[in-house]
């Protein structure tokens, strides 16, 4: 007798959470106007960059999204973060940036920029990055992606980094 309430309740479970959409998927009022955009429904493209040469020097990397599912939004700024050496920082918004909310259709791209201060490499300021890991507004999954752009600079210890994240911008037409 135990086992049918348990079923009853794993079912009703189900359906609930079907009902809210889930953490991954969308209901069908959301894709007429469009959820927050997520990487299962988003091609990335990280680079190329205009690396900074040296130390000291400022480097850009592009990072753009191309739409691949239903209509999504980008509500905000990504969240990024560099990591290397076992130390993960995150990276501030540009100063003065401010987010525009995005509608992408299939097909539509967006891309944010990631803007850092090369390292001195051994620098007990310098962050030894190996990997950048993207966020989206509005998700929760993330996306790690090779970082081969060098050091990054700390303003006044590692954890403060002198890299920040543009807002997006609408790429194409």
Do not use: H
């Not at 079907?18 to 953490?23: P, R």
């Not at 509005?138 to 700390?154: F, H, L």
Request: charged residues 15%; positive net charge.
């Amino acid at each position: 007798m135990r086992t049918i309430p348990l079923a009853v309740t794993a079912v009703a479970s189900a359906l609930l959470l079907t009902a809210c959409g889930g953490s991954g998927g969308s209901s069908s009022s959301d894709s007429k106007n469009g959820s927050a955009c997520s990487f299962d429904g988003v091609a990335v493209q990280v680079g190329p960059a205009s690396t900074a040469p040296s130390a000291g020097d400022t480097g850009e990397v592009p990072v753009s999204l191309t739409n691949q599912s239903k209509p999504c939004t980008l509500d905000g700024f990504a969240g990024a973060s560099l990591e290397g050496g076992g130390t993960k920082v995150a990276l501030a918004t540009q100063q003065g940036a401010k987010a525009q909310k995005l509608k992408l259709a299939k097909g539509d791209a967006a891309s944010f920029t990631v803007t850092y201060v090369r390292g001195k490499a051994g620098d007990k300021l310098s962050l030894a990055a190996t990997k950048l890991v993207i966020t989206l507004p509005g998700s929760n999954d993330s996306a790690s992606y090779k970082w081969s752009y060098g050091p990054v600079q700390g303003k006044t210890s590692v954890s403060d980094s002198d890299a920040s994240v543009s807002a997006f911008t609408q790429a194409g037409d």
